[in-house]
């Protein structure tokens, strides 16, 4: 325990001393959670719509008003045809041009029925989507906004309809940091841990001191030991930074246990630490160790259900997921902060971290070999 806290206490004014590294460690996840929730955005907005409108009656100028004051669209121009309106897209000046046709108001009321063209910049598939989703509920409304001002209630036999009423549970607002800030605390936690303590470990080797570490009579479990705590205590330091500015800056008060979320984080670093010390292993230079941990940590990033649900996915990739440790954090920090979830809830994710812990420091261990 002596030679431990000795260890210990080299690691962490080796940690305090480097100014850089500090940086790294405290300032750069602060900035960078105070940040990415406002960019990480599923919101579309700004859509710029441009206007081909060859009748110009009454129905075509209610119909582009209503458009516009959604808040999702912004006037691109207002075209004489489809061509000066392509152009626009060309330019990557318009996202969607709408055409309506001559007698659009006459053929409206007339034949109860026209049509109206879109044409859709596809390059971002997410807003052309998105965009095409918006235009045509708003379309769905205007109609039943005509056949309200058409037809007189009194003297028709009501039509069966179904009303449909939804609840938003657990995030009735559906504001998107609240479902996003946490993911995005859990994937900083994650890189720092893991970039952090490789890097700390093959500096050693680069610099030389790690030679005199083996020729002492440190045992190898100490010297692990060593260089795990000290990223272990700082990994916790920096969530609870992370859950101070969710507070206090986006307004999330976890509805779950705090200690569930502690508890969890406790295991989850031992495996994310043991990442990197693997990876340390593997790496001579802090070169190497910083591109086999990028590797590690944009796989786990793209593949953790952070963005995209990982239902969503291909089977072959939902199979990977089952192997990224990032994922069943995702879930934990959602699940508690914004569900409420206890330690009966998350059993089936806590299994599965301290497999990973389990077998990444394990692994570790056997590859580290102290040469005399």
């Known amino acids: 325990m002596r030679t431990l806290l000795f260890l210990l206490q080299k690691e962490f004014l080796q940690i305090f001393r480097d100014k850089n590294l500090l940086r790294q460690i405290l300032m750069a996840p602060i900035i960078q959670l105070m940040i990415l ?67 659009f108001e006459k053929n409206l009321v007339r034949e109860n029925k026209q049509k109206i063209f879109l044409a859709v910049n596809a390059i971002n598939g997410v807003k052309a989507l998105v965009g095409t ?12 906004e005509l056949r309200l001002q058409w037809v007189q209630p009194s003297k028709i036999s009501p039509i069966p309809s179904i009303e449909i009423t939804s609840m938003n549970w657990f995030n009735p607002g559906l504001n998107y940091k609240i479902f996003m800030v946490p993911g995005i605390l859990v994937f900083l936690v994650t890189m720092l841990g893991s970039m952090m303590c490789a890097l700390n470990i ?24 060593g260089k795990l705590i000290p990223f272990w205590v700082i990994g916790i330091f920096v969530f609870t930074i992370g859950l101070t500015i969710s507070r206090f800056v986006y307004g999330i008060i976890p509805v779950g246990s705090i200690g569930v979320l502690y508890v969890f984080l406790s295991i989850y ?32 990033n793209l593949l953790s259900g952070l963005y995209t649900s990982v239902d969503s996915m291909p089977g072959w990739a939902q ?23 206890g330690f009966h809830d998350i059993q089936h994710q806590l299994i599965f971290v ?12 056997l590859n580290y070999r102290k040469t005399t």
């Open 37 to 103: 929730p406002w960019a990480a955005n599923y919101e579309v907005k700004n859509i710029s719509l441009a206007i081909v409108d060859h009748d110009h009656s009454t129905y075509s100028q209610k119909l582009e008003s209503k458009i516009f004051s959604s808040g999702y669209f912004k006037l691109a121009d207002y075209c004489a045809s489809f061509n000066d309106g392509y152009k626009l897209i060309e330019g990557d000046k318009a996202d969607i041009v709408m055409e309506i046709p001559a007698n």
């Open 133 to 144: 989703g918006y235009l045509g509920n708003i379309l769905n409304d205007y109609n039943g």
């Open 202 to 225: 093959v500096r050693e080797k680069e610099i030389g001191t790690i030679e005199q570490i083996n020729v002492t009579p440190i045992k190898k479990h100490h010297f692990i030991l």
């Open 269 to 300: 670093m031992l495996a994310v630490l043991g990442l990197g010390l693997l990876i340390s292993t593997y790496s001579d230079t802090q070169q190497q160790a910083m591109s086999l941990s990028f590797f590690f940590i944009m796989i786990f």
């Open 319 to 341: 199979i990977i997921t089952d192997l990224n440790p990032l994922r069943y954090f995702i879930e934990v920090m959602r699940m508690v902060v914004l569900k409420g979830s």
């Open 354 to 365: 301290i497999i990973f812990a389990i077998v990444f420091n394990g692994w570790a261990i």
